[in-house]
């Protein structure tokens, strides 16, 4: 959603539709559906994208891995 201080305040409404995959830990690919739609232009129908994206982590935090031994004891 999009507001502004003029009129119409409220400027656009967007809905958005994705799908993820994650080939590898540090890279992560997109595809989805956008569907926008534009009041201060009077656009009846909106438009629609096909939004396709390819994202890779730079940085990426080592998490520690935690074991836990539990002893069972009989009693």
């Given at each position: 959603?999009?507001?502004?201080?003029n009129?119409?305040?409220?400027?656009?409404?967007?809905?958005?539709?994705?799908?993820?995959?994650?080939?590898s830990?540090?890279?992560t690919?997109?595809?989805?559906?956008?569907?926008?739609?534009?009041?201060?232009i009077?656009d009846?129908?909106?438009?629609?994208f096909?939004?396709?994206?390819?994202f890779?982590?730079l940085?990426?935090?080592?998490?520690?891995?935690?074991?836990y031994?539990?002893?069972l004891?009989?009693?």
């Open positions: 959603m999009f507001f502004t201080d009129e119409p305040y409220f400027e656009r409404n967007s809905m958005q539709l994705a799908l993820n995959y994650k080939p830990k540090a890279t690919l997109q595809i989805g559906y956008l569907h926008q739609f534009d009041y201060k009077n009846e129908t909106g438009r629609d096909l939004q396709v994206g390819y890779i982590e940085f990426r935090k080592q998490t520690k891995s935690r074991n031994e539990i002893d004891k009989d009693n």
